[in-house]
């Protein structure tokens, strides 16, 4: 069975939010055409306590987008996005719901970040999204989202790493870029760990 992995497609993430990613608005009416053609449709949400180790504002002398290291695993400083109950948290307002069968919270602990949908970023919890799948009987899975370079990457990797045949739906999903080429590096960096790369129009006529 194929599933639809809709990540972390939330208002902070949005033109307008704290961590907008541009042109992420563009997505939404895409991923609700693509939502009819799957039996199952799933998402994650970026769900982070305001002590977060991943936010600029809880280090003392710190900027946004500088790189530390966060009990020994290198972290990006963010500013604070997805803060558990807040507006900016919610999935966005345009993004149908109805078929959202189930939504899986990351980034929940405070001293780890977690950019997949699936792992924490040391591989040490599973936020049981995998199982989840497997339990349903998914063997492939369509990937999607905001941001390409970050959680939609990191999701696909973990997705095709726990055996599932991943594809990447590249126009149903945009990227931060905070170097220029990162969102070409992610696509590239995908590709090589066998995830193909589809457009949703073939989605739309073909499944
Ligand atoms: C994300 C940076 C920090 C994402 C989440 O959803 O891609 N990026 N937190
Ligand atoms: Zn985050």
């Known amino acids: ?120 970023n040391g591989h040490r919890k599973s936020t049981g999204l995998g199982e989840w799948l497997k339990e349903k009987g998914v063997t492939e899975v369509f990937v999607c989202g905001l941001a390409t370079d970050y959680c939609v990457k990191f999701t696909a990797l973990d997705a095709a790493q726990l055996g599932f045949t991943t594809h990447f739906i590249e126009d149903a999903s945009r990227g931060v870029n905070l170097q220029p080429d990162d969102v070409k590096n992610a696509v590239a960096e995908m590709n090589r760990a066998g995830i193909t790369t589809v457009q949703s129009a073939d989605l739309l006529t073909r499944l």
């Open 1 to 120: 069975m194929k599933a639809l992995i809709l990540v972390d497609i939330q208002t902070d993430f949005l033109p307008g939010g704290t961590l907008a990613v541009p042109d992420g608005d563009a997505i939404i009416p895409v991923v609700n055409a693509l939502q009819a053609k799957f039996p199952l449709v799933v998402a994650t949400q970026d769900w982070h306590p305001a002590n977060h180790g991943s936010f600029a504002v809880n280090h003392a002398g710190k900027n946004v987008f500088e790189q530390i290291v966060l009990k020994g695993l290198p972290q990006t400083l963010w500013p604070a996005h997805c803060a558990q109950g807040t507006p900016g948290a919610e999935l966005a307002t345009g993004l149908q719901q109805e078929r959202i069968a189930k939504i899986f919270p990351k980034g929940t602990d405070a001293g780890i970040d977690s950019y997949s949908g699936l792992f924490d």
